[in-house]
């Protein structure tokens, strides 16, 4: 399904239907807009059904999904999704800690930050690294949340440093 509508773009915005083709649209254009509602299935599923998990675009285009929930078990599983073969497969380490409701953040040097969440006693403090090359978690002893903290968010600044920021 499809929905089209107008709107007013302010200056400098970039419509484009395709990365680098775009145009670029003076202050107050008038512009039409189609957009896409529609959703194409997977031939493949999860390894371990799952919520409240994180999926994270690794550098190599792979996308890592950690933790999560699954029924009433908190689960410390990762696995991988190749969008080009259209799989997932599981990882073979797994997460130092349980946990979902958790953030997961990729940081410039390639590695993903893993931080927060709650497991079966509550809100966590901990913080974790992945690394897509060894496929390897490892644990921050040093490096923990000032506030034990689930459902929070976590962004990656200029200057390479992460705002974790809110949460329950």
Do not use: C, K
Not at 9 to 30: C, H, L
Not at 33 to 54: D, E, K, P, Q, Y
Request: charged fraction near 5%.
């Amino acid at each position: 399904a499809t929905q089209a509508f107008s709107t007013t773009m302010p200056a400098g915005n970039v419509i484009s239907e395709n990365p680098g083709a775009g145009t670029t649209v003076a202050q107050g254009t008038a512009v039409d807009l189609v957009i896409s509602s529609s959703f194409t299935a997977l031939g493949a599923t999860l390894t371990a059904a799952r919520w409240g998990h994180t999926a994270t675009l690794l550098p190599n285009g792979q996308v890592l999904i950690a933790g999560g929930q699954n029924s009433a078990v908190i689960l410390n599983t990762a696995e991988q999704y190749d969008p080009v073969a259209q799989t997932f497969t599981a990882l073979g380490t797994t997460l130092n800690t349980a946990r979902y409701g958790h953030t997961a953040t990729l940081l410039p040097n390639g590695l993903v930050l893993i931080a927060g969440g709650q497991d079966s006693s509550g809100a966590l403090n901990t913080a974790e690294l992945y690394d897509p090359v060894s496929q390897t978690f490892t644990p921050l002893h040093s490096a923990t949340l000032n506030t034990a903290r689930y459902g929070h968010t976590a962004t990656l600044l200029p200057d390479g440093r992460v705002l974790v920021a809110g949460g329950g």
